[in-house]
Structures are given as C-alpha cells and as structure tokens.
C-alpha cells in the first residue's frame, strides 16, 4: 500500500469495522510503528516480517485472534437470546451472568420482536420476564442462575468427594493456582461462585499485564485461563459458592451453598474482593435499574449516545470510562479527590485527558439516586462548594473501590479488621505463633493460622492488588502446598 501505512489504513479499518481484530505486520524491529499502532487502533496483535515458517509464526496467531474475536462476535449469531425490559434489574443479573461466563448472547426488550426465532420460541402466551431463549430452542422464564447454568451445561456437581487442592475463587489467582496445582499432579478442584474471570474479567483493557504489549480484555484472559486450566485436568465448577470452612484432623472440608461438602489435603482462599456499596439514599432500589457496580462490559450496549456517569477515579473507573466513550455521547467521571492522577495509573490518566467526551467532575460525590422504577437523576455534592445539584442521568456505574467477603471463614481463619485473610509472617506477633497453631514451625508465606489453608491474591492482607501479583501468589503457592503435603 504505497499510498498508506498499515497504522492509517486500520485506523479506518476501526472506523467502519470497530469489532474487527487488528493485527499489524511490521518489518523486524520496527517497534516504533507497532507501539504508534497500539496507541492509535487499539491494535490486537503485531506480527514481525518475516513470518516464515507460517505454521509457527503466523497461523497460530491468526487462529488466537479468530477465537477472540468470535468469543465476542455478535454477528454469525447463534447464542441465546434474553428478552427482557432494560430496567430490570433480573435482566441485568441474567446479561451480567452470561457475559461473564463467556456465553454469547444478543439482549433484546420485549417490545417489537421482530427476530422469528425469537418469536417462535416464545409462542402466542406472554412470557413471564426476563426470558432466556437457548440455541437448542429452550425457553427459560426467569430463571435463577443454577437453573441457568445446569441448562448451559455448566458443571456444578463434583465427580469426586476428596481432592488434593480445593481452589476457592476462579479469579486470576485462583486460575494461576489451579493451573500449578493440575500441571503437577495434583488433583485440583476449582469452585467459582459466579463465573471464571473474577474481577478481571470486567476489565475491558488490562494494559500492564507483562507479554501483552497491545493489551488484551479481561474476558480473553478469563476464557484462556479456563481454557488452560481445564486441559490440564483442573474440574471446574461454577456457579458453586463456599460458605463454610471445616478443619476435621488431616482434612480441610470446604461447604458449598447447596448442601455439598468437599474435603481436600489443603485449600486456597483466592476469592478477591467485591464491589463496595455506596449507601447513599436511591442506590439499593436503583441498582440494576439505571445503576451498576462495574459490569461496564455488559451495560456499554444500552448506553448508546447517552451521557454515563461513573462514581470512582481510580484504574477500573479509569478504564470503564475509556471504554464506554466509544459509545456514549458523553462520559462525566465523580471523582472526591482534586484530579484523577493520585489514584489511576499515569497511562490512563493521559489516555482520558486526550479524549474529549470524558470530563472530570472533582471534589464531589452522589449523595442521593432518584427516579420512580429507574435511575432518572443523581444528586452531586461539590466539596469545596459545598453546593449540590441535581443532574438527570440515566446510567450511574459505581467503581468505589472493594472489600473481601470473607464472612463465611470467620471463626476459622484469622482476619484483619476489614475482612482480609491473614498470611504467613503477619500471624506471628511478638515471636508469638497464632492461637491453636501446634506445629513445630511458623506458618509459610501465603498460609493462614489453618495449616494447609492458603490465601492468595486480592483477598490478602496487605496484597498488591494487580492482576501479576494474583497470578504470581496464585503459581508459587503451590511450592508451599507441597511443602506442607510432604512435611504433615
Ligand atoms: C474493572 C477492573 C479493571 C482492572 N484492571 C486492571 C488492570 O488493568 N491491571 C491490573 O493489574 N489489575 C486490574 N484490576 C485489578 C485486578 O483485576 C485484580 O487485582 C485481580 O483480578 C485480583 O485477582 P484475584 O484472583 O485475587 O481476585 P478476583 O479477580 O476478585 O477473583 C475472585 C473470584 O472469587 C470468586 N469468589 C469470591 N468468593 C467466593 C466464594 N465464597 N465461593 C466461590 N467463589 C468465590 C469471585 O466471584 C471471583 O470470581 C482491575 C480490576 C477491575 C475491577
């Protein structure tokens, strides 16, 4: 293309074809062209000249980026269908369940069905909302998400009662451990109470995850480490949710929300944090109707050519804003502190100031969510005013920062003030063991006051809370597993 480069021609490519995957061919070495790409086009992938022998070097990456791209692909339609009204906020529970266990569906609201699959399925009596229609012609009414996941043919049901490793959590770090624990040996479980991904899986961009120089989403991430997990021999089940821990001598036994009971050699804690609420008056009853605590990724759709607000200034916000400026007319981010740089990473904080239809809202906060069934208005206090407005708004997205939900280990494993798991040298105070520990030796990095219990990732006390340091707990804790299988 003597009259274009390859960074110009995707960057119209991106225009008419934003779905598409970008994949730069460059000449050996010439990075200086492949990072202007991924600046400007969001490239996926660069490939070096020469590409030769092509079944190494270039088919396999093709391939990658296929298989991303119809993970995604909401055209060669053959996915479910979920029919329901925007403000629901089951809609939203159904959308949010499938996206995050990669399950491709189109959403559409009940008025004016025109899709005549859509409408053979659900026949001449009115559904009762929302309603999942599956490939095989199945329709769900209001499902919960058990019934849901048995009709995908999720696994919920354990083939065994005894692992090596119990792995609670499919998060980064649960993956990473899991991934350890199957490649050696071990047999491995993995629970998730949602879906395989934990909060990577919202990020619509992970950008400093080290050997992905274009970036790469948290949904291609998650998918991959499933996919990586699962081929070696790792049994995934999900949804399935711990809520109780039991020490019974040798035996760790981890008990499910259905009833079932697990017992293993040793179990790992990787089951991050979640979303904190914002208790302001309005949020409980809007949220999932107009309001939303992450979950960019399956919102962004609705928000075509609306003005979005989003609560929060740190990277996920940061990052959310990025992504739902493609499709909104306008991104205004609520931030308390003075400017966005004291709690994002400085890329993104250049990246949104050269984008014009984000703008900053500093020094304040929501103080209150009004709207009859659905978000129609925030109240916005200005700190260094002290002024408060009313500003119509019909999506709110919350990224306030997380908390563990480490309730259902109380009594067990020890805690820190704000829910955290306490690990390895934090245990011991004063050249004091923890209470009840009876072994001639300190607990290892990454163990808890339960020999044989480990906590990794961001559900730590003092933990990095960075997709690397998840991934990077999650692999090396199971040196420390061995460790303890060997020495017991
Ligand atoms: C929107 C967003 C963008 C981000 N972007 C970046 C980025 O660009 N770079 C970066 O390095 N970091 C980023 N982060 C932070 C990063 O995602 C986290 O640090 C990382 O995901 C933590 O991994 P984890 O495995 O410890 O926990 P999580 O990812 O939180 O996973 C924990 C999993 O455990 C499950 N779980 C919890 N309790 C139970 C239970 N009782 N039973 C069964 N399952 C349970 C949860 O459902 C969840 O799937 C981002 C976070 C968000 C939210």
């Given at each position: 293309m003597p009259l274009m480069s390859g960074t110009e021609f995707l960057q119209v490519v991106n225009e008419l074809q934003p779905e598409a995957r970008r994949v730069l061919l460059t000449a050996y070495a010439d990075s200086a062209a492949a990072i202007d790409a991924i600046n400007k086009v969001k490239l996926n992938h660069y490939l070096m000249?020469?590409?030769?022998?092509p079944d190494q070097h270039l088919y396999p990456v093709l391939s990658d980026q296929l298989e991303d791209w119809q993970a995604g692909n909401r055209e060669s339609f053959e996915g479910a269908y979920v029919v329901g009204t925007r403000w629901a906020p089951d809609t939203h529970r159904l959308k949010d369940f499938l996206a995050k266990s990669q399950v491709p569906y189109r959403w559409i609201e009940p008025?004016?069905?025109?899709?005549t699959r859509v409408l053979a399925a659900l026949g001449e009596k009115p559904p009762v909302l929302p309603v999942v229609i599956l490939p095989d012609g199945s329709v769900l009414e209001r499902p919960e998400l058990s019934q849901l996941a048995d009709k995908l043919g999720l696994?919920?049901?354990?083939?065994?009662?005894?692992?090596d490793v119990i792995v609670v959590g499919a998060g980064p770090a649960g993956l990473a451990c899991a991934l350890y624990g199957s490649t050696e040996g071990l047999k491995t479980v993995l629970l998730e109470?949602?879906?395989?991904?934990?909060?990577?899986?919202?990020?619509?961009?992970?950008?400093?995850?080290?050997?992905?120089p274009s970036g790469l989403s948290g949904a291609d991430l998650a998918r991959r480490g499933v996919a990586q997990v699962r081929r070696f021999g790792t049994e995934v089940l999900a949804p399935a949710e711990a809520v109780g821990l039991v020490v019974d001598g040798e035996y760790r036994v981890v008990k499910l929300s259905n009833g079932q009971e697990l017992a293993a050699h040793s179990v790992v804690v990787a089951a991050g944090v979640q979303w904190r609420r914002l208790?302001?008056?309005g949020m409980d009853r809007l949220t999932g109707a107009g309001i939303y605590y992450g979950a960019a990724i399956t919102e962004a759709s609705s928000c075509k050519d609306e003005d979005v607000y989003i609560v929060g200034g740190a990277n996920s916000a940061g990052q959310a804003a990025v992504y739902f400026c493609e499709v909104a007319r306008s991104v205004k981010m609520i931030v308390r502190?003075?400017?966005l740089s004291r709690s994002m990473s400085h890329y993104l904080v250049e990246r949104i100031q050269t984008i014009p239809n984000i703008s900053i809202i500093p020094n304040a906060e929501v103080v209150e969510a009004g709207g009859?069934?659905?978000?129609e208005d925030i109240t916005v206090r200005h700190h260094d005013t002290q002024v408060t407005e009313k500003l119509p708004a019909a999506a709110l997205f919350i990224f306030i920062g997380a908390e563990p939900?480490?309730?259902?280990?109380d009594g067990v494993v020890c805690r820190d003030g704000k829910g955290f798991l306490v690990t390895g040298a934090n245990l011991v105070q004063n050249a004091k063991r923890p209470a009840?520990?009876?072994?001639?030796?300190?607990?290892?990095?990454?163990?808890?006051?339960?020999?044989?219990v480990f906590a990794v990732g961001d559900?730590?006390?003092?933990?990095?809370?960075?997709v690397a340091n998840s991934v990077g707990e999650g692999s090396i804790v199971l040196y420390f597993i061995r460790q303890y299988m060997r020495n017991r």
């Amino acid at each position: 293309m003597p009259l274009m480069s390859g960074t110009e021609f995707l960057q119209v490519v991106n225009e008419l074809q934003p779905e598409a995957r970008r994949v730069l061919l460059t000449a050996y070495a010439d990075s200086a062209a492949a990072i202007d790409a991924i600046n400007k086009v969001k490239l996926n992938h660069y490939l070096m000249k020469p590409w030769e022998p092509p079944d190494q070097h270039l088919y396999p990456v093709l391939s990658d980026q296929l298989e991303d791209w119809q993970a995604g692909n909401r055209e060669s339609f053959e996915g479910a269908y979920v029919v329901g009204t925007r403000w629901a906020p089951d809609t939203h529970r159904l959308k949010d369940f499938l996206a995050k266990s990669q399950v491709p569906y189109r959403w559409i609201e009940p008025e004016g069905i025109t899709d005549t699959r859509v409408l053979a399925a659900l026949g001449e009596k009115p559904p009762v909302l929302p309603v999942v229609i599956l490939p095989d012609g199945s329709v769900l009414e209001r499902p919960e998400l058990s019934q849901l996941a048995d009709k995908l043919g999720l696994v919920t049901i354990p083939s065994r009662r005894f692992y090596d490793v119990i792995v609670v959590g499919a998060g980064p770090a649960g993956l990473a451990c899991a991934l350890y624990g199957s490649t050696e040996g071990l047999k491995t479980v993995l629970l998730e109470r949602e879906a395989a991904g934990g909060q990577a899986g919202l990020s619509s961009r992970i950008e400093n995850y080290l050997g992905f120089p274009s970036g790469l989403s948290g949904a291609d991430l998650a998918r991959r480490g499933v996919a990586q997990v699962r081929r070696f021999g790792t049994e995934v089940l999900a949804p399935a949710e711990a809520v109780g821990l039991v020490v019974d001598g040798e035996y760790r036994v981890v008990k499910l929300s259905n009833g079932q009971e697990l017992a293993a050699h040793s179990v790992v804690v990787a089951a991050g944090v979640q979303w904190r609420r914002l208790d302001v008056p309005g949020m409980d009853r809007l949220t999932g109707a107009g309001i939303y605590y992450g979950a960019a990724i399956t919102e962004a759709s609705s928000c075509k050519d609306e003005d979005v607000y989003i609560v929060g200034g740190a990277n996920s916000a940061g990052q959310a804003a990025v992504y739902f400026c493609e499709v909104a007319r306008s991104v205004k981010m609520i931030v308390r502190g003075d400017s966005l740089s004291r709690s994002m990473s400085h890329y993104l904080v250049e990246r949104i100031q050269t984008i014009p239809n984000i703008s900053i809202i500093p020094n304040a906060e929501v103080v209150e969510a009004g709207g009859q069934d659905r978000l129609e208005d925030i109240t916005v206090r200005h700190h260094d005013t002290q002024v408060t407005e009313k500003l119509p708004a019909a999506a709110l997205f919350i990224f306030i920062g997380a908390e563990p939900h480490t309730e259902w280990l109380d009594g067990v494993v020890c805690r820190d003030g704000k829910g955290f798991l306490v690990t390895g040298a934090n245990l011991v105070q004063n050249a004091k063991r923890p209470a009840g520990w009876n072994l001639d030796r300190d607990p290892y990095l990454l163990e808890t006051n339960v020999p044989g219990v480990f906590a990794v990732g961001d559900v730590r006390d003092g933990a990095v809370r960075r997709v690397a340091n998840s991934v990077g707990e999650g692999s090396i804790v199971l040196y420390f597993i061995r460790q303890y299988m060997r020495n017991r």
